[in-house]
């Protein structure tokens, strides 16, 4: 069974300094692997995804996200984080096989951001 | 830009009541998905249609939970009777098909008293 570990609950960082979320994902194959963010009370949108080829991905907001397959990781970062960036952000494996389509979802990271 | 409809947005009702959700997907999509999100977690799903059939439902509460599509368009997520521990957002979302990226409607965040 496909799973996936957001290990930071909670981050917090100054407005302008970099960032990086963790995501590490078990899954038997190649995975499809998403990153979504969700301000309180809204639903999910989405940041980036990595199907296949070029292992860095470029997304919306300014962030990326690298796909690392000897470390079943795949960080989201971002070089200078804004004010508005403050949300919870969710890292999502998606299956290929059995259960074709299904996201099974992190704990979520939830970002703070300090003027 | 098209986007995924979902009614009503809060919802409270008392345990052992009905209680019912719609979806609308973005127009052209085959996928459809109903998620659960209890506060704090990420959200896990419930159901998903391709076109108007179930493919998956094998973490759907089927005692009390049922979802239709039958049109093969929009949807409907039904709990009855409801329970406390049902209070959570209920999401939406859609796709082109499978392979393709979800995409999420705003939730039915609903309240069991």
């Known amino acids: 069974a496909q799973s996936v570990t957001q290990p930071d609950i909670h981050i917090t960082v100054s407005e302008g300094a970099s960032l990086e979320l963790r995501c590490n994902y078990s899954?038997?194959?190649?995975?499809?692997l998403f990153w979504y963010v969700q301000s309180p009370g809204q639903g999910l949108q989405l940041l980036l995804k990595?199907?296949?080829?070029?292992?860095l991905v470029q997304g919306i907001k300014g962030f990326e996200a690298e796909f690392k397959r000897s470390q079943s990781s795949f960080n989201l970062r971002k070089p200078s984080v804004h004010w508005s960036d403050a949300a919870e952000y969710f890292c999502?494996?998606?299956?290929?096989?059995?259960?074709?389509?299904?996201?099974?979802f992190g704990q979520g990271t939830i970002l703070t951001v300090h003027p | 830009e098209a986007e995924v409809a979902q009614s009503p947005r809060y919802k409270i009702t008392e345990k052992s009541q009905a209680v019912a959700f719609w979806c609308d997907p973005i127009?052209?999509?085959?996928?459809l998905y109903w998620y659960r999100q209890i506060l704090g977690q990420g959200p896990e799903l419930l159901v998903q249609?391709?076109?108007?059939?179930?493919?998956?439902d094998s973490q759907l509460p089927k005692d009390r939970f049922s979802a239709e599509r039958l049109k093969g368009v929009d949807s409907t997520l039904k709990i009855q009777p409801a329970e406390l521990g049902d209070s959570a957002m209920y999401l939406c979302?859609?796709?082109?098909?499978?392979?393709?990226?979800?995409?999420f409607g705003p939730g039915t965040r609903l309240t069991v008293t």
């Open positions: 999502a494996v998606g299956a290929r096989g059995t259960s074709y389509g299904k996201l099974t």
């Open positions: 979302a859609s796709s082109w098909d499978p392979s393709y990226e979800q995409y």
């Open positions: 990595y199907f296949s080829g070029d292992t």
């Open positions: 899954y038997g194959a190649t995975p499809y």
């Open positions: 127009s052209g999509h085959a996928t």
């Open positions: 249609f391709q076109d108007e059939s179930v493919v998956d």
